[in-house]
């Protein structure tokens, strides 16, 4: 698994992620019933919306069903070291995603898209994998249309792990597996 940050580099505060494709490039150029204006049929990337999520914030949903392994959108964003990434509140958190690396990060706030909402669940339905310096998700079973995407932060801190800094990343998936805390395991 991969560490996904999602906190202030300064705590050096990791997170474990999967992987993404970009899904608007063909976008533009099709019609509204998946044809191109030349009337071919052509593929539509992964359809996913961005809307009010039940267990954080905003979260990421699929508009199509998507099936199992399947890749669904990478996690973009620019490449920057650490001491360069930008910082960004959220409460105790940001939308870093740490590459495995540990010197690297890729800050959504310059050229980011959809992923950066994707939730943490303790029992996700998706996966983030770095290949090379990008990070995509995949889907870890079949999922509905309409499915909110999550995949397991792993979030893993520089300091002693105590009950406060448990509670500070309270996990909200409601899952029968949740393990109350969005760091990991």
Known sequence: MLPFIKTPPTSLRKHRSG????????RSKVSSKGKTRKGRARK???ALEVRQSTVHGRG???TDAIKKGKRIIEYTGQLVPWLQATPQADGPHTFL???TNGKDVIDPEFGGNEARWINHSCEPNCEAIEEGNRVFI???RPLQ???ELF???GLEVDEPRTKKLEREYECRCGSSKCRGTLLGA
């Open 19 to 26: 992987s993404v494709v970009k899904q608007n490039e063909a």
């Open 44 to 46: 539509l990337p992964t």
């Open 60 to 62: 990421v949903y699929a």
């Open 97 to 99: 995603f740490g590459l």
């Open 138 to 140: 995949y889907a870890l």
């Open 145 to 147: 249309s309409g499915e």
């Open 151 to 153: 995949y397991d932060y």
